[in-house]
């Protein structure tokens, strides 16, 4: 059981490494991306791997408590229905990862900002922040969400929704 367990956590987080998930993400792509089980019972076994110490839930988001592996992962592996039955504590306990302190998070999303934005959209950025009262790190998040979603988008054109939403004159921030 515990195998299942992993192989689990190390599909679900693939494509995003150790990066935190929301809770609604995974139930979405348990039932509706993998179609292994419907809404309901996929946010039933998030609840039960975290009541078992697999993973870490913290100010809404979900983390997982393994060291992942993604070399591990057996092709054409579905997860069985008999993992509800009998869900065992997390032993291991590899990775024992801690509530982060909310300045060191916001310290690392700074340093993010400044590694992944040119000059000219962190000044973007900043213009949208100090226009709509939106902090800046939620800006960021937003934008880093709609260029996910959309893919083959620019930063720049994702900031320019993100002001769209808030109701900015678009325009505006297109000539200058």
């Given at each position: ?100 302190d909310n300045n060191v998070v ?71």
């Amino acid at each position: 059981m515990e195998n299942e367990i992993i192989q689990l956590i190390n599909i679900t987080w693939y494509n995003s490494g150790s990066k935190s998930l929301k809770k609604s993400f995974i139930s979405r792509f348990w039932s509706i991306d993998m179609q292994w089980l419907n809404f309901s019972e996929s946010e039933k076994l998030i609840d039960e791997l975290i009541k078992n110490g697999w993973l870490i839930e913290f100010e809404n988001q979900i983390k997982p408590n393994i060291k992942l592996d993604f070399n591990k992962i057996k092709t054409g592996w579905i997860l069985q229905k008999t993992l509800f039955e009998n869900i065992k504590n997390n032993k291991k306990d590899v990775e024992s990862i801690s509530k982060p302190d909310n300045n060191v998070v916001v310290k690392n999303n700074l340093n993010q900002i400044k590694n992944n934005f040119s000059s000219m959209e962190r000044r973007l950025l900043r213009y949208i922040s100090a226009n709509t009262g939106i902090i800046k790190e939620e800006i960021y998040r937003r934008c880093l969400r709609k260029k996910r979603s959309l893919g083959q988008v620019t930063i720049h054109l994702c900031l320019l929704l993100v002001a769209k939403e808030q109701g900015m004159d678009i325009d505006e921030l297109i000539e200058s």
